[in-house]
T-cell receptor
Framework: GENVEQHPSTLSVQEGDSAVIKCTYS??????FPWYKQELGKRPQLIID?????GEKKDQRIAVTLNKTAKHFSLHITETQPEDSAVYFC????????????FGRGTSLIVHP | DTEVTQTPKHLVMGMTNKKSLKCEQHMGHRAMYWYKQKAKKPPELMFV???????INESVPSRFSPECPNSSLLNLHLHALQPEDSALYLC?????????????FGQGTRLTVV
């Protein structure tokens, strides 16, 4: 099955700095890579996703890059704000079967005002 | 309507109790999921229903019993739970379990077993 590694487990930045979270996956057939943000006590919510036919996707301050050859993808948040503080989970799905995302272990992002 | 609604939000139950968690979505999604999430950990998949049929059971103990009465509803029946089953139980749905599309999560039921 798919194995997703996520780093770092904790990331502390100052407001206005950039934050980068990295994930690697094991199944080269995976073709969909969503990122979820989970605030304390709340549900995971999709913030951005990327499919294997695209190398980069951007949505305002958030961007995701995918390197299929190296089997890694990254989340980039620019101009961080205190409300970006949350746990971020990357996920990868095995193609050809059910959409069952395998989650990374999560990154706790803390943005200091 | 892009909501997945879970009830109750909080549940405290004894080890001999029987209770049920409920999940509802009206997005026309044909895949629904139960996840268990411990503090500071990622969601762990428990069950997947695809077109109202159980398609995946991730070796979950029989004290957890899922049920899908129709395409909009998903239940999780609980019986004889252990304190270590205390966790946040998340329901999710997606358009189709065979397609790679976004999963929408409910707010979760925070379960405490005493």
């Amino acid at each position: 099955g798919e194995n997703v590694e996520q780093h770092p487990s904790t990331l502390s930045v100052q407001e206005g700095d950039s934050a980068v979270i990295k994930c690697t996956y094991s199944d080269s057939a995976s073709n969909y890579f969503p990122w979820y943000k989970q605030e304390l006590g709340k549900r995971p919510q999709l913030i951005i996703d990327i499919r294997s036919n695209v190398g980069e996707k951007k949505d305002q301050r958030i961007a995701v890059t995918l390197n299929k050859t190296a089997k890694h993808f990254s989340l980039h948040i620019t101009e961080t704000q205190p409300e970006d503080s949350a746990v971020y989970f990357c996920a990868a799905t095995e193609a050809g079967g059910s959409y069952i995302p395998t989650f990374g272990r999560g990154t706790s992002l803390i943005v200091h005002p | 309507d892009t909501e997945v609604t879970q009830t109750p939000k909080h549940l405290v139950m004894g080890m001999t109790n029987k209770k049920s968690l409920k999940c509802e979505q009206h997005m026309g999604h044909r895949a629904m999921y139960w996840y268990k999430q411990k503090a500071k950990k990622p969601p762990e998949l428990m069950f997947v229903y695809s077109y109202e049929k159980l398609s995946i059971n991730e070796s979950v103990p029989s004290r957890f019993s899922p049920e899908c009465p129709n395409s909009s509803l998903l239940n999780l029946h609980l019986h004889a739970l252990q304190p270590e089953d205390s966790a946040l139980y998340l329901c999710a749905s997606s358009q189709d379990a065979g397609m790679n599309t976004e999963a929408f999560f409910g707010q979760g039921t925070r379960l405490t077993v005493v």
